[in-house]
């Protein structure tokens, strides 16, 4: 098992191993290679999900530069647009991936910069294929966008041996080993969701578990039933994540069981030493280890983690 995709109800919605994912990302790689040429910026406006992950990856055989950035919101058009539109222009994309419900709404608002738009499951049908090029440490892998919270949104240009280096580290770190099992519902447009939830479990050759972050805002106690559920040795949020839990466990309790965490990373400011004991008081009867709780600190510059 590679990802899984988990279900409002705890229920799989949609699996892949290690073999699935490869073959599926190689031949969505096959058509990305036959348009543009290695390099070319490739914008993945997508919904959470494992389209995300093909894409993402397809992108990384393909020698295309990603650019993960959030899907378009129709409720919120207005307000979302010119934000991806001027990444795309900062990136200088020449490609973007949407799915398939907001395609005519994507060609309709870049219909006049020309940049063309493909849903991932129809340009993986589509005629038209080419040999996969040889991919340098050196070379671009993907652009990490900052949230745009106080500037306008910067590119941090990030290299496939930049990642993989960071990677390394985060494994030593976070302690993870052949029998680790990772999950995330963190937003994959950003770097603690794309690092900690996507890349660095299929670079450490582990199992992973994503969720909507939409999961976890209706329901925080969500996630620690899908701890419970899939046996999860490695995962993290916000510091609010973890305040957000606090409050429903005060008001309905929880009765899973949280032995297997060998890593509960908190890494986005603040982090309050008093949040961190509550949660120990509160979780700590359902089998939470207290040396399991990390405070970290990362940068969208270094990768993620610092």
Do not use: K
Request: hydrophobic share 50%; charged share 15%; net charge neutral.
């Amino acid at each position: 098992l590679a990802v899984s995709w988990v279900a409002d109800d705890q229920s799989i919605a949609e699996s892949l191993s290690f073999e699935a994912l490869h073959r599926q990302a190689g031949a969505l790689a096959a058509r990305l290679a036959a348009h543009g040429r290695p390099g070319d910026r490739v914008l993945l406006a997508l919904r959470p999900g494992l389209d995300f992950v093909r894409a993402f990856w397809a992108c990384m055989l393909a020698g295309r530069v990603a650019v993960p950035v959030p899907a378009l919101d129709a409720a919120r058009l207005q307000r979302s647009l010119p934000r991806l539109q001027g990444i795309a222009q900062d990136a200088a994309a020449t490609l973007g991936l949407c799915d398939g419900s907001a395609l005519p709404a994507m060609q309709e608002a870049f219909g006049a910069t020309g940049m063309p738009w493909q849903a991932p499951r129809a340009l993986a049908e589509a005629a038209g294929v080419a040999p996969l090029p040889p991919v340098q440490a050196g070379a671009l892998a993907y652009l990490q966008y900052t949230s745009g919270s106080t500037a306008e949104p910067r590119g941090v240009c990030l290299t496939h041996g930049q990642v993989l280096a960071n990677l390394d580290m985060l494994a030593t770190a976070f302690g993870v080993e052949p029998d680790s099992r990772a999950l995330s519902w963190l937003p994959h447009f950003h770097d603690y969701g794309l690092v900690s939830g996507i890349l660095l479990p299929l670079a450490c050759g582990v199992p992973a578990w994503l969720m909507s972050p939409l999961s976890f805002l209706r329901r925080p106690l969500r996630w620690f039933d899908a701890v419970d559920a899939f046996a999860i040795t490695h995962t993290g949020a916000p510091e609010s994540a973890y305040a957000a839990c606090l409050r429903q466990h005060a008001d309905l309790g929880w009765s899973g069981r949280l032995d297997t965490l060998v890593s509960l990373t908190c890494g986005a400011e603040p982090i309050r030493a008093s949040t961190a004991e509550r949660l120990r008081l509160a979780f700590g009867p359902a089998g939470l280890r207290p040396n399991a709780f990390a405070p970290a600190y990362g940068l969208a510059e270094a990768v993620l983690g610092v």
